[in-house]
């Protein structure tokens, strides 16, 4: 007689927030397709308690003006295209991405200073040159983010566009401008559970439908704060799944930029011959890191290596089989 | 499920005798509660007490030695599902599987490739933990000669052979070095129990699906081996990931005996290419396997996936640290104002996002605080002159900076005096209290 | 009183409206939102219908009281207006939510003080009686007061001879029976003295506080409370807080120059207590004293630097008695100056003086004590277990470390009120004196109605978008103007909460609030199970309760709940000075209380960044916050 094992199936209250990127010719955008993101009312990938109707995203990160900081193997990899950023999406789209992220570094006051009107015309490209839904982040410098983002949730009216990111002391303009033209926003905290609950209330409470946005909850890499980012998500994920409504945003982590600023991805010279091959290596630093973050509930994922995306794309493909 | 600080207290004596080394019964009480210490600490327990307060502490998850006390790895043990719950205490061992058909120069290489190999991160060593060795000769000379080379480099071992007669020459030649058998099936259990419980060594135990593998521990149990490991017999991702998710709720969250061991998995299988199987071994260290036995011996796979396991295996009771050093925040020059905080992370993020918000390249230096705030650091003697000053010296600022000013924050104006002194060179100056304050401060201090 | 008026409205206008029209001025603090209650009328003829009976009791409703701002005309109405004054004085008694301080506590033991005055007649002595003087005092003590085995100082010696003699044999003996150390006795000499002096034998209970010294004179026969007086801690010059005393405390002479600080202190209010009764500091014969442990190192002249150090471990917890002479206390050389006991580093004799004034650890009911002062310490428990922990909530709350802050003292604005719609405030000062700053109590309120109007998002950044004056962009990021310049005492400054006010606030409140749910989470309770929670500080006179929950210091419970208590370590040291029972009580108090270090503990920082927002992360936490919010959106503000 067998043994009679008792049951171990959650019976989870809530569940995450289903987000849609991306809108159709029909819902007044130009977008070949949608990606929506969220959904599941059980943890990662555990098809025997719950459902999981919407597989993590890949999105690939492309810059407005050539990267010349990258990694060499990053450079070699993409080659030309990095010069052109509407060749450079194309590309990004060919090599299996599920959403262009696309960030305007050159806006940068040390990078360029371009201007709102340059970062127009930049996502204009970008909307032509593919048919994916964006995400579009500013440089990362308050004054000069919210410059370009509001230019480019005009330029971009209706396209249902991710706009990054929003910041607990800088969040109002920029969902002002998702309210105003239809897009969603990435709302991005410093690797706390109560910060990432707080930036969603306060942007709630400015009245942006909770269905448009998403949460950044700041990324640590392998080796460099990984297990702070995955604790935290595990935390939100099961804040969501007790039904916290305040939790239940997808989440969004940016594992192509973080991993590949590790010095074990970036350098090859002066290294421990322990660190194995260089470019086995970069992608491992990548693909586990992005691997790790799937699996503590990772929604999108923002990586930068083609062969990278290949492998994580092959390893959701299975982890989104049921046994 | 474990008792809350108050239920055990009352079943203390509530005398407040302070034998056990603690100030009040209660403190004793939440000390036992989150297990950090014994209750023999407690001469006065009743024998009542003590009937319940063992049964309410006995591990979840039995504790399994593998391999000599030098290199042993012990995996289980563990008692949370999630790490931020409390920690994950052992870490899964990474074997790799050689086979005893492999020719004797490849098999001497690659042994020691295993057994050689070690790096330094963040001042610990990680090492490769063992070999797995799998009989494909099927005969038990060549497995015990090939147990004994293993034995000789002195790595934990893993004996791979259904054939019983097999793995006992494996067990004679690894005698006194605790090896894992693998496995016990629904054929060969009883022999399997009885070398296991002959040879002191613990058992690992195939069974297809949970009711299966429950029912083979409980007979082998039957038979006094107490030492047991786990396969319920996935292989690929999500399986994997669903097996080994609700053997852990089971042993965690219903404290369900039959099935309290630690898990082996084999990355190797089920997956197409080397880089998938470092990924899939990658899960395995996040999601509860305790051995993991691997194909592939390459640097490039295994550094990251020690890297991996440090991580996860990391005690998130600590605060969150960023790591002490001189960070660049946007593209600072050797003119760039110098700025010096704690590394509390949330301290540090704040610090740097304002600056970077306010357009002004700077150098921010991170002064270890041990992971506190900057007042609560102060206050310990964590962030004082000293310490800054030996920031400023140990982390090459002065390489890189070119001018002699350095900001501390407002919060810790009061030690700019011994600052001074400890730094005869250079000009204190006292930054503001709070973080949203630095753009004003800085734009201030630029113009 | 103004004469009677006749006006007419439509039916259904707003009683507000009709007086309005009337010409009678109506204040409407809170904008006409139902929320302050300020505009209570009496309906006394005729039908209203009432939007809202927001703090009215069913009783009062029934006595036809109604709030103007939402109650509307149904028909030909009789409506009385009282007068502003007699509004306010009616909210405050009969609204629960603020809590005032009793006067005083009392002690119900029968037992004498440890020190006592004996009179005594005694034989003279003769070459047939010829024992020593000092016998024959042992004797008669023993003969009139049964008080044996007497022992005594060699300079209490001395004066024997004298005094015996003096008034014919006539003495009155200072006795004190015993002390904690050795509660059996022997009973000690203090003090001898001719005739019969028995009316003044006082006794000081002493409260040092790092911001506030405060000291009680006792008459220790009558156990009367003859008068209070307090001060600031002169050590402020050497730094606010303990961790600055004891960094001072370090340098050459520090530890001398703040120890003589606080006697200093000290000594002018015993001398100013003194004074006022008549009485000299050779009366007084005993002192009990309640402080922080810093606070008493200090005192004491002991180290404290051990204090602030990882493991952190005072010197000692329950210092022995001193003699005042030894210390340069102004009162009896001889008196004993008695410390509490204390329980670790940064839970002290405040707290278990507090616990013993509060009188949880003898009663069932689970109860949280909060002490704020520089230092938020907290204890659950009941009469079986104690646990307490103290956070570093700041001095905020005491008035520092905020632009416009200051003490409970006249011209604090102590209460606020904000109009959702035009955002102006209104405000209510000590002593209805013009405004020179905020109290503790004001800027929990001021917090509060920022927060609810929406002036302050949750996180506590200033909405720049509103369409008002009072808000601006100031020297450092956003703030709100409470009151002009010109409505000002000096006329000099505007009176202003600024961003890093709050957010200094708000760590002030995450603190407590955080350490009550570790505390509560560390011996496996919820919030919900703490069935009363007993406040002590330095609030002043009263605290406001439904505003310190809207901000999320203090639990959504029940206003009854809460009782506030004033400053509890004075009054815990008062009744240890009166009787050695509550001296036994205070010992087993610290005793039994398990400290809890906060810094060691992970959750807390969790616990504190989760209530780092107003009210809290988690708004399920705060029903009544979370109504109140949807009302002010139904109503129309922001």
């Known amino acids: 007689m067998a043994a009679s094992v008792p049951s171990v199936q959650e019976k989870w209250t809530g569940k995450v927030r289903e987000v849609t990127l991306g809108a159709l010719p029909a819902d007044g955008g130009t977008r070949g397709r949608t990606v929506t993101v969220g959904g599941e009312n059980t943890l990662p990938f555990l098809h025997f308690e719950g459902e999981v109707p919407h597989r993590p995203a890949i999105a690939i990160e492309i810059w407005d003006h050539p990267p010349e900081d990258w990694s060499p193997i990053l450079l070699e990899a993409w ?222 994922v923002v990586m930068r290596h083609p062969e990278a995306v290949k492998k994580i794309r092959q390893v959701i493909d299975k982890l989104m089989t049921k046994a | 499920m474990g008792l809350s600080g108050l239920a055990i207290y009352k079943l203390l004596p509530k005398t407040n005798c302070k034998e056990c080394g603690f100030p009040t019964c209660l403190a004793f009480a939440m000390k036992l509660a989150a297990r950090q210490v014994e209750l023999s600490a407690c001469p006065y327990v009743s024998d009542e007490a003590k009937a319940v307060l063992d049964a309410a502490s006995a591990p979840p998850i039995r504790l399994v030695k593998v391999g000599p006390e030098e290199r042993k790895v012990e995996v289980g043990n563990e008692t949370v599902l999630f790490r931020h719950e409390k920690t994950f205490y052992h870490p899964p061992g990474f074997f790799y599987r050689l086979k005893d058909d492999e020719p004797a120069d490849a098999f001497a290489a690659r042994l020691e490739a295993v057994a050689n190999y070690g790096v330094e991160r963040v001042g610990i060593e990680l090492k490769a933990d063992g070999i797995a060795l799998q009989s494909a000769a099927g005969s038990a000379d060549a497995f015990g000669e090939r147990a004994a080379q293993v034995v000789s480099a002195g790595l934990p071992l893993v004996l791979i052979a259904d054939d019983p007669q097999v793995m006992e020459a494996g067990l004679k030649a690894a005698q006194g070095m605790a090896p894992l058998i693998y496995a016990a099936n ?22 297809e699906g949970l009711e299966t593998l429950a029912e083979l521990t409980e007979k082998i149990k039957g038979k006094g081996v107490e030492d047991m490991v786990l396969d319920p017999g996935t292989r690929g991702w999500s399986d994997s990931l669903a097996a080994f998710t609700q053997l852990r709720r089971l042993a965690i969250k219903k404290n369900y005996r039959p099935l309290g061991y630690p898990i082996i998995a084999f990355p190797g299988e089920g997956t197409e290419d080397e880089l998938e199987e470092a990924l899939l071994a990658g899960q395995y260290v996040a999601k509860y396997a305790g051995f993991i036995v691997m194909d592939h011996f390459d640097p490039a796979s295994l550094y990251p996936l020690l890297t991996l396991r440090q991580n996860i295996y990391t005690d998130p009771q600590k605060p969150i640290q960023v790591s002490p050093g001189l960070y660049e925040i946007g593209k600072p020059t050797p003119e760039s104002p110098l700025l010096v905080t704690t590394n509390f992370s949330l301290t540090y993020f704040s610090v740097a996002g304002e600056v970077e918000g306010s357009g002004i390249p700077a150098w921010l ?83 | ?72 005309v149904e028909g030909d109405l009789v409506v ?149 007086a307090s001060a600031y801690n002169g050590q402020i010059s050497c730094g606010e807080d303990v961790i600055s005393r004891i960094i001072y405390s370090q340098r050459p002479g520090g530890l001398e120059h703040l120890q003589q600080l606080v006697l200093n202190t000290l000594n002018g209010l015993i001398d100013e207590l003194l004074a006022a009764h008549g009485a000299s500091p050779e009366d007084v014969y005993f002192a009990t004293v309640a402080g922080n442990p810093t606070m008493i190192h200090l005192f004491l002249g002991l180290d404290p630097r051990h204090i602030r150090l990882e493991p952190h471990i005072p010197t000692v917890n329950h210092p022995p008695p001193v003699r005042a002479g030894e210390l340069g206390l102004r009162i009896h050389p001889e008196a004993t100056v008695d410390c509490l006991p204390g329980v670790g580093a940064y839970v002290g004799a405040d707290i278990t003086a507090g616990v013993l004034r509060s009188r949880m650890s003898e009663e069932e009911p689970i109860t949280l004590f909060i002490d704020v002062g520089t230092n938020g310490e907290l204890v659950l428990g009941n009469k079986d277990w104690l646990i307490s922990c103290a956070c570093s909530a700041g001095p905020a709350f005491e008035g520092s470390g905020v632009v416009s802050g200051m003490r409970a003292t006249v011209g604090a604005i102590q209460e606020v009120w904000i109009n959702p719609q035009t955002f102006e405030p209104t405000y209510e000062t000590i002593g209805n004196a013009p405004p020179k700053g905020i109290c503790g109590s004001g800027m929990i309120s001021l917090l509060g109605e920022m927060f609810i109007t929406g002036v302050i998002d949750k996180s506590g950044h200033v909405n720049r978008s509103l369409d008002t004056p009072r808000v601006r962009e100031g020297p450092g990021g956003g703030e709100y103007v409470v009151a002009w310049a010109a409505e000002t005492e000096d006329k000099k400054r505007d009176i202003v909460l600024t961003e890093v006010d709050i957010q200094n606030l708000l760590r002030a409140k995450a603190a407590i609030y955080a350490g009550m749910n570790v505390l509560a989470t560390s011996v496996g309770l919820e919030l919900e199970d703490i069935e009363r929670i007993l406040i002590g500080g330095a609030f002043g006179k009263y605290i406001d309760i439904e505003k310190a929950i809207e901000i999320g210091l203090l639990p959504d419970m029940p206003w009854d709940r809460f009782a506030y208590l004033g400053n509890t370590s004075v009054q815990g040291a008062y009744l240890c000075l009166l009787c050695p029972e509550h001296r036994a009580m205070v010992r087993e108090i610290a005793s039994k209380m398990t400290y809890l270090e906060l810094s060691a503990d992970n959750s807390f920082m969790n616990a504190f960044t989760s209530a780092l927002f107003l009210p809290h992360t988690d708004l399920e936490q705060f029903p009544s916050v979370r109504e109140k919010l949807r009302n002010v959106e139904r109503l129309g503000g922001s």
Request: charged share 25%; glycine share 8%.
């Open chain 3, 80 to 228: 009385y207006v009282p007068p502003q004054e007699e509004r306010i004085v009616r909210l405050e008694v009969g609204l629960a939510a603020e809590k005032e301080a009793p006067e005083v506590v009392v002690c119900e033991h029968e037992q004498a003080p440890w020190v006592a005055k004996c009179h005594l007649k005694v034989d003279p002595p003769s070459l047939a009686d010829n024992t020593t003087d000092f016998e024959r005092l042992q004797r008669e003590l023993v003969r009139q007061h049964g008080i044996t085995g007497l022992v005594a100082s060699l300079p209490i010696m001395r004066k024997l001879a004298g005094a015996l003699r003096a008034e014919d044999w006539e003495v009155t003996a200072v006795v004190e029976k015993g002390t904690w150390a050795s509660s059996q006795g022997p009973p000690r000499l203090v003090d001898i003295r001719p005739g019969d002096t028995t009316e003044h034998t006082l006794g000081l209970a002493i409260d040092i506080g790092t911001t506030t010294n405060v000291v009680y004179l006792v008459d220790l026969q009558s156990k009367a409370l003859l008068g209070r």
């Open chain 3, 1 to 72: 009183m103004p004469a009677q008026q006749v006006v007419y409205v439509e039916r259904g206008a707003l009683l507000q409206e009709a007086i309005e029209a009337a010409g009678i001025p109506l204040a409407l603090p809170c904008g006409g939102q139902g929320r302050c209650g300020r505009c209570i009328v009496v309906v006394q003829e005729g039908q209203v219908r009432r939007r809202s009976v927001a703090r009215l009791t069913p009783q009062e409703v029934e006595q036809g009281y109604a709030l103007a701002c939402q109650t509307l």
């Open chain 2, 186 to 207: 629904a054929e060969n259990w009883e022999t399997m129990a009885s070398l296991a419980a002959q040879y002191g060594a613990p058992l690992a135990v195939f069974g």
């Open chain 2, 365 to 447: 230096l991170v002064a270890d605080s041990e992971g506190m705030s900057v007042l609560t650091a102060w206050a310990a003697g964590k962030f004082d002159a000293e310490r800054i000053a030996k920031a400023v010296k140990s982390m090459g600022v002065a390489e890189k900076v070119a001018h002699r000013k350095i900001i501390i924050p407002g919060y810790v104006s009061s030690i700019s005096g011994e600052l001074e002194d400890e730094l005869p060179d250079w000009e204190i100056l006292v930054g503001p209290r709070e973080a949203i304050n630095i753009p004003s401060f800085l734009k201030q201090f630029a113009a």
């Open chain 1, 79 to 300: 080659g030309d295209v990095l010069q052109d950023v509407g060749a450079w999406a194309k590309k990004a789209e060919e090599v299996g991405a599920d959403l262009i992220a696309l960030t305007l570094d050159s806006a940068h006051p040390e990078k360029g200073n371009t201007s709102g009107e340059q970062a127009r015309a930049t996502v204009r490209k970008v909307l032509e040159a593919t048919t994916l839904p964006l995400i579009v982040y500013g440089p990362g410098q308050v004054d000069k983010d919210n410059e370009v983002l509001v230019a480019v949730a005009e330029e971009a009216a209706g396209e249902r566009v991710a706009l990054g990111n929003c910041e607990e002391g800088n969040y109002r303009t920029i969902v002002a401008a998702a309210l105003a033209h239809g897009h969603l926003v990435i709302g991005k905290t410093p690797i706390d559970v109560n910060l990432a609950k707080q930036l969603n209330i306060l942007i709630s409470d400015m009245r942006l439908d909770l269905d448009r946005i998403l949460m950044d909850p700041t990324t640590g890499a392998l080796g460099y704060g990984l297990e702070y980012t995955y604790s935290v998500m595990e935390r939100l994920k099961l804040a969501a799944l007790m039904g916290d409504s305040m939790t239940q945003q997808p989440m969004i982590v940016t594992t192509g930029f973080e991993a590949w600023r590790a010095k074990e991805a970036r350098v090859n010279e002066g290294v421990p011959a322990e660190w194995g091959d260089w470019t086995k290596r970069s992608l491992l630093w990548e693909t586990i890191t992005t691997m790790a973050l799937l699996e503590a509930g990772a929604n999108i």
